[in-house]
């Protein structure tokens, strides 16, 4: 007898099981003589695929519940009458099943007749052509002839709409199946299509009958992923054809890891698919991964190595090479001048695993120091610090499959619709099943309320009040009894429990003493922390909300401390979550990109360690932390500093007060930057290698999960070197040899030096495809949640977390709290997503302010608003909408000449100077014209840009 | 073009504070949809976005609801609305020849409106008037028998007609001190309203004031004796006496004749109503009351053993209450016939906190007019019968889902709702009892579909009416996934006399396993058309013949469809069949909700099946594909039959087309909608097969020609 029980058990991605799988007691049943067993809920049509007993479907597809509307999937079943539909009918104990009779043949081939009979017979020029569901089947039933003619009535005569950038709607081949409808609904959530009217006459309808592009289509792909037609294709197919081979890789947008599978024609991306495989993504995708990959073949990649002596001298194009006797030159001269500490690097969350290990190794081997850093410094740094001194290890809990077990979910500081999409569509699933959700952030992001979604509580907090409201919080549960009392005994700290339950008891932080400061109020905050407390499973799920401020790190213990007061952690559906901004986040952080750690999170002073390294990549290291990004800068201005490499991160455009930022790279003698742009930073730079996108390297990606999942080529490096291979190369240039044929070797490195990483290997991540660290012999299949016997440092510390406010206060002067944050068509600095067709839905960074704002103000929508700080001012248009409250503005930072860190101030956390990008207290000003820094922000751009051109006129030159 | 003029825009201001309000109940798209188009006239688009907000619910899922339903329009219409019937009650009486006649006259097809935006012409399937077919609507007040000249006189009229006429009214009905005087029954129901009894009542009102005569009106519902409609009765100590027809021109002389002193003298005179053959032949057990009673009479309802059946199950344990109505007999009236009992036990057997009993209302086969008869003429049994169903399986809350042409029983069953809860016989506290049940009407928005029950749940739900597969059954993820019992009007109106007289008198009624009563409706082309409730057993025939005396027009009968538009057609062989769900079905008919739909000679079966075909194509949900493409189809292939351009060959090839349809449909099909639509089509086939030659029959002519 085939077993078919485990749930869990990984099933082939690239089949289609027809429906969703179930998880019940052990059913067995016969279908076409065999027999088989399957839980419980599983439908006859899963059953049978599972035994490789294939029934024709069209409306079926195992990402979406049973439809029942093709009637193509009839079976017979002893005993019972009609022909049921095996996708609708659930298994039964004992059944006897047949799937293929004369009989059921007659009549699947009649469906089949009647389907054709109102679809164009233009199969050979049709871009589906080679695979369409449809075409499969009519094949599979032996379909012949369509007696009915083709005169009847008909939809041949449909308008496409192509209205969409990246895909069209031929409404013509559609077979009305509702996947489309359906995936929209149970897949993304957004329920941006229906159907409209009824009968004949059903047609998928995008809004109320409108363009795709008008309708609140978010663009995730869900539709076209479940077309089984033509109906709704991707243009890339339409214009290039059917791709013919393909490569499983992982998305390099944000921390949710999608794995994809990338179709190609040769060495050309035709399109990305998400692969159903993905453990992170399961199928699913958003508008950025899905579509957004042309930034690739972009003409403004730069795809030589340049140098130059000045920043205001043309770009030379080189050999690598030359490029590297450059800069290991310069770098080498400035270390003889200055010290070996003058010089350092910074990582790049948007670079593998293993290059990222490559440059920290390559500042610590090479240059001598512990002067590196990476960009979690000015996002995720403070969940690293606190996690690691509450729970014991700087990560995430759960993995996201996680949600689907939560009963309420709150959601702290973070957008997931915008920024982390395809985890945000699991949660809202969550939601529609019945768990509750607590959202705490100033803006009214779209999660509080939407189609099928409404959050129990918005707290609308005021920026810079993140730790009141945990205390708040964690008052009430204290105050009201709702702790899990017996959870704190068995796995905390009880003495730094008992500090902590009288600091948190004490006046100051009751709900009534806080609710002003806030501006929520207090019977809200008490209602929501009972829901929280009271829920059988409570997840927190957090972003830049929290960590971007003068107390990120306190927040972030705060929260850890709210998870273990409710017992609220070391299994499935709880659990402290931060979303992670940048793709390898996770990874960047675990790889040592830290001046005070190495790989692994453990600490330079650390001999035992050290010693470890030192052995293995025979050098001296450093005891003492080395410098973190603000005090290089600062080092720069002063002097002490003078050489960078900086490796895929534009600080110049990412970090916060450009101005400063900005005199510190103009000080520097030397600057590498090694990117796929020639981006902000670059500029300023001296050197450049040019940098490989995701599509161009071997290597992986951790995800905000823990997840590490392969990234793999699918095209040659377009400079001829893959960015480990360029840094490789810079270390050998620097006379630390590096000799690594694969990043595999990279990877075996790590796993030999990391513990937490001791049992990754490519070759497990082929045959799992992803494992999520710690993973080593104590949890060889890896860790997808943590903590569940006890925490990682052994008893849990509640933190004592003093509510500070922040410096930056609102004023006479600066009467407004600017905040900021991201939209879902762009990504980070926007490098990529500029240079995609994307643009076209964020064409310019918007000032968000409250109507009543603006009518004091007289500011109209799209009028040009100044946004002064104490670090400087920028101009944004307006744009006028309740999302934001009365008092407080906001904006995104995808855009360069926007300027919004032109505005950002240097204050930063205590405890990791990771950025108070969410709060500064501006001054707004109705005005005509961009602000000073903005005209000569153009300026300086047109002139690095000319300089540019010479290089590339040059460069045509060179091979004329 | 013509510039749309800012005042006429629509001033949805208060929109948001509506859907607020409503959006509490759950479910409430459709009600909001409905008081919109109370509103408005139509459902502006601009609304669309802002009921998608307070509900939490995509402009698109919204848009997707309007766009479902027939009755919802997102443009104004005209200044009238006129809904011509276009179901086969009303073609068996000259309906065809009036839709054809409004669009000449009119100058429009439907679905359009006249240049001078007066008057919109709209199809509707079925007005549930069809004892006095041909039906139209007129905003909401529905008129028949129609011809020609009558739509004329309509049209003359019309503009002295208020388009939103205000909604029915309470009339006194039975003074207090009536004991000195004589009781007059007046009939109220929507046909003997559109025969004219509410114009005959305010005549006679009048006379009655202005002469002081001896007399006190009731309004009593309808006995469904329509031929006789308005009939007229007077109490007696021998019991009532029937006058009828009688119209308003009749009044002045029927109160001059003193009929109270000298009934027998009327020319009108029917003797004892309970006399009357067409009456007397009849077992009425779920009808008991109709028509003897002021339907809104809590008094009146009690007098004749009301809320007995109810008083005995709050003292009766659940499955006591389920056992009773088990071993009744009673079969889903409805037309599937499923064994009430067995479907309340599964609710029963399911646990859990929220049940409900939904009563399904949406009686939309055309012929069929029962449930209209029993929600407007005894509204308090069908809330009884509901109450006892929440009893018996756990639930406290019902809804009543009732079709938007049925507004004169919307109007009925909330008058009755409100009177019954504060009568203490819903609500909490039952009687006095620890008990609790409320009730809904929910209204319908012209699907007929969402007459399938999984249909109906999704509607409730405030969807599109799409078909469910099954399983899972209703009874065990029902409404809102909750387990539910879904029950037609006259099963639920049945379950207080079998609880009030016990299982075993009931099922002395009847044959076989079709045990207890049917309530049958006379439709069509029939000289004495009306309700008639008899035990199963007895012939079509006994009731063609001895109850509706034949055909109206005077000439033969040749076919009548029983069960609504997805029965068989039965030629003059097959009438002698008893009334019996098994017999019906052995024949590939089937009784269904007891419809008899009586066309004579004239009819020409082709276009009967090709209307089975188009009626399945305009109301198909769309869902499943044999029902959403075949039935367009079947109407193409039925065409090519019936072309006069066409080889032997071919339409022979079009023939065995049209049967390998109908197998595919039958076979095929999510709900019986596509699948029992083939049957009225293939017995048209079968039993009529020169009518679908006379393609063959123009051909030859033409080929030879005289």
């Known amino acids: 007898m085939l077993q078919y029980f485990d749930p869990k058990q990984r099933r082939n991605p690239e089949i289609d099981y027809g429906t969703p799988a179930a998880q019940g007691v052990p059913v067995s049943l016969t279908i076409d003589g065999r027999t088989i067993e399957v839980p419980e809920g599983t439908s006859i049509m899963r059953a049978a695929m599972l035994a490789s007993i294939k029934i024709p479907k069209l409306c079926a597809t195992d990402s979406l519940e049973a439809f029942g509307s093709c009637r193509l999937c009839l079976v017979q079943i002893e005993g019972r009458r009609g022909l049921p539909s095996s996708c609708t009918t659930p298994v039964e104990q004992g059944l006897v099943v047949q799937t293929h009779n004369p009989r059921l043949a007659l009549v699947r081939r009649n469906v089949m007749e009647l389907y054709i009979s109102d679809h164009p017979l233009d199969c050979l020029t049709c871009p589906a052509n080679g695979n369409c569901e449809l075409q499969d089947v009519a094949g599979e039933?032996?379909?012949?002839?369509?007696?009915?003619?083709?005169?009847?009535?008909?939809?041949?005569?449909?308008?496409?709409?192509?209205?969409?950038?990246?895909?069209?709607?031929?409404?013509?081949?559609?077979?009305?199946?509702?996947?489309?409808?359906?995936?929209?609904?149970?897949?993304?959530?957004?329920?941006?299509?229906?159907?409209?009217?009824?009968?004949?006459?059903?047609?998928?309808?995008?809004?109320?009958?409108?363009?795709?592009?008008?309708?609140?289509?978010?663009?995730?792909?869900?539709?076209?992923?479940?077309?089984?037609t033509a109906t709704l294709m991707e243009k890339t197919v339409v214009e290039q054809g059917q791709p013919e081979h393909s490569v499983i890789t992982t998305c390099a947008y944000c921390g949710v890891g999608c794995a994809f599978k990338a179709e190609l024609k040769g060495d050309q991306v035709v399109r990305m698919v998400p692969y159903k495989g993905g453990a992170a993504n399961q199928g699913h995708s958003c508008v950025k991964g899905r579509f957004a990959f042309g930034y690739a073949t972009h003409k403004e990649r730069v795809t030589t190595p340049m140098i130059r002596d000045r920043i205001d001298a043309p770009w030379q194009k080189v050999s690598w090479d030359e490029a590297m006797t450059f800069a290991a030159n310069r770098i080498r001269q400035i270390q003889q001048q200055y010290g070996s500490e003058s010089v350092g690097g910074i990582t790049s969350s948007r670079c593998t695993n293993e290059e990222t290990y490559l440059v920290q190794k390559l500042v610590r081997a090479a240059f001598g120091n512990?002067?590196?850093?990476?960009?979690?410094?000015?996002?995720?740094?403070?969940?690293?610090?606190?996690?690691?001194?509450?729970?014991?290890e700087s990560a995430g809990t759960q993995a996201f499959e996680s949600v689907e077990q939560a009963d309420v979910i709150m959601v702290i500081g973070a957008n997931p619709t915008d920024a982390h999409p395809v985890f945000a569509s699991r949660l809202k699933r969550r939601l529609r099943a019945g768990a509750q959700l607590i959202v705490a952030d100033p803006r009214r992001i779209d999660l509080v309320s939407g189609p099928h979604v409404q959050a129990r509580h918005h707290l609308k907090l005021l920026p810079g009040t993140n730790v009141a409201l945990i205390n708040a919080l964690a008052h009430v549960i204290i105050d009201e009894g709702l702790q899990d009392q017996a959870f704190i005994d068995a796995r905390c700290d009880l003495e730094a429990f008992a500090r902590w339950r009288a600091f948190i008891s004490e006046p100051r932080n009751a709900p009534e003493a806080l609710s002003a400061a806030l501006g929520v109020s207090s019977e809200t905050l008490r209602s929501a922390a009972r829901v929280y407390a009271n829920a059988g499973n409570a997840a927190i799920y957090y972003g830049l909300g929290v960590t971007e401020h003068s107390q990120g790190s306190t927040m972030v213990m705060g929260i850890a401390n709210l998870a273990m007061l409710t017992g609220n952690l070391g299994r499935e559906g709880?659990?402290?979550?931060?979303?992670?901004?940048?793709?390898?986040?996770?990874?960047?952080?675990?790889?040592?990109?830290?001046?005070?750690?190495?790989?692994?999170?453990?600490?330079?002073?650390?001999?035992?360690?050290?010693?470890?390294?030192?052995?293995?990549?025979?050098?001296?290291?450093?005891?003492?932390?080395?410098?973190?990004?603000?005090?290089?800068?600062d080092g720069a201005i002063s002097g002490t500093y003078k050489g960078l490499y900086c490796q895929g991160e534009d600080i110049a455009q990412s970090d916060p007060n450009t101005h400063h930022v900005e005199a510190a790279l103009r000080n520097l003698d030397c600057l590498i930057v090694q990117d796929i742009f020639l981006n902000e930073t670059a500029k300023y730079a001296h050197v450049f290698f040019p940098g490989a996108s995701f599509l161009e390297k071997d290597g992986t990606f951790t995800n905000a999960e823990r997840r590490i999942s392969p990234v793999r080529r699918v095209m040659q490096p377009l400079s001829g070197k893959?960015?480990?291979?360029?840094?490789?190369?810079?270390?050998?240039?620097?006379?630390?040899?590096?000799?690594?044929?694969?990043?595999?070797?990279?990877?075996?490195?790590?796993?030999?030096?990391?513990?937490?990483?001791?049992?990754?290997?490519?070759?497990?991540?082929?045959?799992?495809g992803s494992l999520q660290w710690p993973c080593n012999d104590a949890a060889p299949s890896g860790t997808p949640t943590m903590?569940?016997?006890?925490?990682?440092?052994?008893?849990?510390?509640?933190?004592?977390?003093?509510?500070?406010?922040?410096?930056?206060?609102?004023?006479?002067?600066?009467?407004?709290?600017?905040?900021?944050?991201?939209?879902?068509?762009?990504?980070?600095?926007?490098?990529?997503?500029?240079?995609?067709?994307?643009?076209?839905?964020?064409?310019?960074?918007?000032?968000?302010?409250?109507?009543?704002?603006?009518?004091?103000?007289?500011?109209?929508?799209?009028?040009?608003?100044?946004?002064?700080?104490?670090?400087?001012?920028?101009?944004?248009?307006?744009?006028?909408?309740?999302?934001?409250?009365?008092?407080?503005v906001y904006t995104t930072f995808h855009h360069p000449e926007s300027g919004a860190n032109v505005v950002t101030t240097d204050n930063s956390d205590w405890a990791t100077n990771c950025p108070e990008y969410k709060v500064t207290a501006v001054h707004l000003k109705k005005v005509q014209r961009p602000s000073e820094w903005q005209t000569a922000h153009r300026a300086f751009t047109e002139t690095q840009v000319s300089l540019m051109t010479q290089a590339a006129e040059q460069g045509l030159d060179e091979t004329a | 073009m013509k510039q749309p003029d800012l005042n006429d825009l629509p001033n949805l201001a208060d929109v948001p504070a509506l859907v607020a309000e409503m959006g509490q109940r759950p479910g409430a798209l459709l009600p909001i949809l409905h008081a919109l188009q109370d509103r408005f006239g139509y459902i502006p688009e601009t609304s669309i976005v802002l009921i998608a907000q307070g509900l939490n619910l995509s402009r698109a899922e919204v848009h997707g609801v309007v766009s479902f339903y027939h009755f919802f329009r997102t443009s104004p219409p005209g200044r009238h609305v006129i809904q011509i019937c276009a179901s086969e009650s009303c073609q068996a009486t000259g309906g065809r020849t009036l839709e054809a006649h409004a669009r000449r006259r009119l100058g429009i097809d439907f679905h359009e409106t006249t240049p001078d935006g007066e008057i919109t012409l709209e199809p509707v399937y079925c007005l549930g008037n069809c004892a006095c077919s041909p039906a139209l609507r007129v905003n909401r007040a529905v008129l028949g028998p129609v011809d020609p000249q009558a739509f004329d006189q309509l049209l003359a009229t019309l503009g002295s007609r208020d388009p939103h006429p205000k909604p029915w009214k309470i009339e006194p009905t039975g003074t207090t001190d009536a004991g000195a005087l004589v009781k007059l029954y007046v009939p109220r129901d929507t046909t003997t309203i559109a025969l004219g009894a509410d114009e005959v009542a305010a005549r006679l009102q009048s006379s009655i004031d202005t002469q002081g005569l001896p007399v006190t009106i009731v309004r009593n519902g309808s006995r469904g004796l329509y031929y006789l409609e308005p009939m007229l009765e007077l109490e007696t100590d021998a019991g009532r006496i029937a006058f009828g027809p009688i119209q308003v021109a009749d009044v002045e002389t029927f109160l001059a004749s003193k009929p109270w002193l000298h009934p027998s003298k009327h020319p009108d005179y029917l003797g004892l109503t309970e006399d009357i053959p067409f009456l007397k032949q009849q077992q009425r057990l779920t009808f008991s009351r109709v028509g003897r009673i002021d339907p809104?009479?809590?008094?009146?309802?009690?007098?004749?053993?009301?809320?007995?059946?109810?008083?005995?199950?709050?003292?009766?344990?659940?499955?006591?209450?389920?056992?009773?109505?088990?071993?009744?007999?009673?079969?889903?009236?409805?037309?599937?016939?499923?064994?009430?009992?067995?479907?309340?036990?599964?609710?029963?057997?399911?646990?859990?906190?929220?049940?409900?009993?939904?009563?399904?209302?949406?009686?939309?086969?055309?012929?069929?007019?029962?449930?209209?008869?029993?929600?407007?003429?005894?509204p308090f049994a069908v809330i009884e019968g509901m109450t006892i169903a929440g009893l018996a399986v756990g639930a406290d809350r019902g809804y009543i889902y009732l079709r938007e042409e049925y507004r004169y029983a919307e109007w009925v069953l909330d008058e009755a709702l409100k009177r019954a809860e504060a009568a203490h016989f819903l609500g909490q506290n039952i009687l006095g009892s620890d008990q609790s049940f409320l009730i809904e009407v929910r209204l319908g928005a012209g699907a007929y579909i969402c007459g399938e029950e999984t249909a109906l749940l999704e509607s409730l739900e405030g969807k599109r009416g799409m078909v469910r597969p099954k399983p899972p059954l209703p009874a065990i993820h029902g409404l809102w996934q909750q387990p539910t019992v879904i029950n037609n009007v006259l099963t639920l109106a049945t379950v207080p006399i079998v609880l009030a007289k016990g299982a075993a008198y009931y099922a002395?009624?009847?044959?076989?396993?079709?045990?207890?009563?049917?309530?049958?409706q006379l439709a069509g082309n029939l000289k004495q058309a009306g309700l008639v409730e008899i035990g199963f057993g007895q012939t079509l025939r006994t009731l063609l013949t001895e109850f509706g005396g034949g055909s109206r027009s005077g000439l033969a009968i040749r076919a009548v469809q029983v069960g609504g538009p997805l029965g068989a057609f039965l030629p003059a062989s097959a009438w002698d069949t008893p009334l019996d769900y098994e017999a019906f079905a052995r024949m590939d008919a089937m009784l269904g909700h007891g419809g008899v739909v009586v066309f004579d000679e004239t009819v020409d079966l082709s276009e009967q099946a090709r209307f089975a075909m188009t009626f399945c194509a305009v109301e198909s949900c769309g869902k499943c594909t044999p029902c959403r493409i075949g039935a367009v189809r079947g109407v193409e292939v039925i065409d090519k039959i019936m072309s006069p351009v066409q080889t032997q060959a071919a339409r022979q090839d079009a023939v065995d087309l049209l049967k390998d349809l109908c197998d595919t449909m039958i076979a095929g099909s999510l709900c019986a909608m596509g699948g029992m639509t083939p049957y009225p089509v293939l017995s048209a086939l079968e039993h009529f097969p020169e009518d679908f030659r006379r393609g063959e029959v123009i051909a030859t002519d033409a080929m030879n020609p005289v």
């Open chain 2, 508 to 520: 002395d009624f009847g044959v076989g396993r079709s045990r207890g009563t049917l309530p049958v």
């Open chain 1, 574 to 633: 709880v659990g402290v979550n931060p979303l992670r901004g940048q793709n390898n986040v996770q990874g960047a952080c675990d790889m040592g990109s830290f001046p005070h750690e190495l790989p692994g999170y453990r600490h330079v002073s650390d001999d035992r360690v050290r010693q470890t390294f030192e052995s293995n990549w025979g050098v001296r290291i450093g005891s003492e932390p080395g410098l973190r990004i603000p005090n290089m800068l």
């Open chain 1, 787 to 888: 903590h569940v016997d006890q925490f990682v440092r052994g008893k849990g510390y509640f933190e004592r977390t003093e509510f500070i406010a922040t410096e930056e206060k609102v004023n006479r002067r600066f009467p407004f709290l600017l905040t900021t944050g991201r939209i879902l068509s762009q990504y980070n600095v926007g490098a990529q997503t500029r240079r995609t067709a994307n643009i076209g839905w964020h064409e310019q960074d918007l000032l968000e302010i409250h109507p009543q704002d603006a009518e004091d103000l007289g500011i109209n929508d799209s009028d040009a608003v100044q946004v002064a700080s104490r670090a400087g001012e920028t101009v944004l248009a307006a744009r006028i909408t309740d999302r934001v409250q009365p008092g407080v």
């Open chain 1, 370 to 392: 512990n002067n590196v850093d990476t960009c979690a410094r000015v996002c995720h740094s403070p969940t690293g610090y606190g996690l690691k001194a509450t729970l014991g």
């Open chain 1, 722 to 768: 893959a960015d480990w291979e360029a840094t490789m190369a810079f270390s050998n240039a620097l006379g630390y040899p590096m000799n690594y044929q694969h990043p595999s070797e990279i990877m075996a490195e790590i796993a030999s030096l990391t513990p937490t990483f001791s049992g990754v290997s490519y070759q497990r991540l082929d045959e799992e």
């Open chain 1, 141 to 228: 039933v032996g379909l012949r002839a369509v007696r009915y003619g083709f005169e009847g009535e008909n939809h041949l005569a449909a308008e496409p709409d192509t209205s969409h950038p990246y895909f069209s709607f031929d409404a013509s081949k559609c077979i009305v199946c509702s996947r489309c409808v359906r995936a929209c609904e149970e897949v993304q959530g957004t329920f941006a299509l229906t159907i409209d009217g009824r009968g004949f006459d059903s047609k998928v309808a995008a809004g109320q009958d409108e363009p795709f592009l008008d309708s609140d289509c978010v663009s995730c792909g869900a539709c076209v992923q479940a077309c089984p």
């Open chain 2, 296 to 378: 809104l009479s809590l008094p009146a309802y009690e007098a004749e053993a009301g809320f007995v059946g109810l008083r005995r199950a709050l003292k009766m344990l659940p499955e006591e209450i389920v056992r009773e109505v088990t071993e009744s007999g009673l079969r889903g009236r409805g037309g599937a016939a499923f064994p009430t009992g067995i479907k309340w036990q599964t609710v029963l057997d399911t646990p859990s906190a929220t049940k409900y009993i939904v009563c399904n209302a949406d009686e939309g086969d055309s012929g069929t007019y029962a449930d209209r008869m029993m929600m407007e003429s005894d």
